[in-house]
């Protein structure tokens, strides 16, 4: 591809987007049921119309989702990943990051660069990201639904890391945990261990619970259930600017044991060179919606420092995650 043909790519990144997540919206994935169709048959299936369904399959062709033979459309290994019932499906993802809120806060860059404003308030006029589950109750559950899809890629990523053992800990809270995939792999991980799936009250109110598993409805920023062995946060902290970490490390310190220790996933650390990493990307999007930030190492050593805790490992995976692992610097 030359210089002109790939800026173009970027310029227009917006409509292959809109492409794909038209293509998951109406289910067309699932619609082919594992063979070749004709777009006639694949817009009887979903209900859209049968002109507009075969210009999309014939644009999605070349990207790689489909192959085209004559008037016969069949997924690819790639288009496989938009079906419901792959077992990595990335419908859920799909559904968020291509989403109309999502995509909304986004057309927000360019005045973030200068304003600051984050894109909740600009575009939704909204305190923060969260405060969209009330105002548009069907984002809870496409965003409750893309955090459970980001989380089995991550669950897998945290089994990997070897140096990461949670066998000690009699006691768990997932802060933050969303619809408890983490918490319930762990659990299943760790036979011994009880949890606590603390998030806010209309998130978990739609979790079914399971063995070993208590579910508790609170604000972090308020305080966080006391005396339990290990604090695990994943995707939190990246959601808040250093002074609300702060808050919420601070309502960690005060409710840990001496011996409790801290656990805090995400994308990263940021590598301080050129080099390719999706927490470049995850940062951006962390700074528009929520004027959070993903983190270098020694952004959160600092970080850390200055809550009270010291860093006691980093765990790193095959993947874009790692955890790092604190407790209290100076346990009393
Ligand atoms: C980015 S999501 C991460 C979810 C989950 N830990 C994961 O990795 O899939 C952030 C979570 O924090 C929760 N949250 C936001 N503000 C909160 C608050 N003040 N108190 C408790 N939970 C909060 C949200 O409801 C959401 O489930």
């Known amino acids: ?23 998951v919206k109406h289910n067309m994935g699932d619609a082919f049921q594992q063979q070749a169709a004709t777009a006639t048959q694949i817009a009887e299936r979903t209900g859209v119309n049968e002109d ?8 999605l062709a070349p990207l790689g989702i489909l192959k085209q033979d004559n008037d016969q459309f069949s997924l690819t290994e790639l288009g496989d990943f938009l079906t419901t019932k792959h077992p990595m499906s990335l419908t859920d993802k799909v559904l968020l990051e ?8 986004w057309t927000h860059l360019s005045d973030y660069m200068v304003s600051s404003t984050p894109a909740p308030k600009a575009i939704f006029d909204l305190d923060n990201y969260f405060g969209l589950f009330e105002k548009r109750p ?4 496409v965003f409750a639904k893309a955090m459970g899809s980001y989380s089995q890629d991550e669950i897998a990523m945290i089994e990997s890391m070897s140096s990461l053992d949670l066998s000690e800990l009699d006691t768990l809270v997932d802060l933050g945990g969303a619809y408890g995939d983490l918490l319930a792999s762990l659990l299943q991980r760790y ?12 998130v978990i109110d739609n979790v079914l619970p399971l063995d070993r598993m208590t579910k508790q409805a609170g604000n972090f920023f308020e305080q966080v259930p006391e005396n339990q062995d290990g604090y695990f946060l994943k995707h939190i902290l990246h959601d808040w ?10 309502n960690i310190k005060h409710a840990m044991k001496p011996t409790s220790k801290l656990y805090i996933a995400e994308f990263g650390p940021v590598p301080e060179t050129d ?14 919606t929520l004027n959070g930030k993903e983190r270098s190492l020694s952004q959160w050593h600092e970080l850390l420092a200055s809550a009270g805790f010291k860093v006691t490992m980093i765990h790193e995976s095959f993947g874009p995650l790692s955890v790092i692992e604190a407790c209290l610097a100076d346990p009393v």
């Not at 291509?98 to 806060?105: I, N, P």
């Open 191 to 202: 036979p011994n261990l009880e949890g606590i799936l603390f998030d806010q009250a209309a």
């Open 275 to 288: 080099e390719p990493h999706l927490s470049k990307m995850f940062d951006l999007h962390m700074m528009l």
């Open 138 to 141: 069907k984002h809870l559950d």
């Open 52 to 59: 507009n369904c075969f210009r999309l399959l014939r644009a």
């Open 241 to 250: 600017d250093d002074a609300l970490c702060l808050k919420i490390l601070g």
């Open 98 to 105: 291509a989403g109309y809120e999502h995509v909304l806060l």
């Open 1 to 23: 591809m030359n210089s002109v043909e790939q800026i173009a790519q970027y310029a227009t990144g917006h409509w292959v987007s809109q492409m794909v997540f038209t293509f």
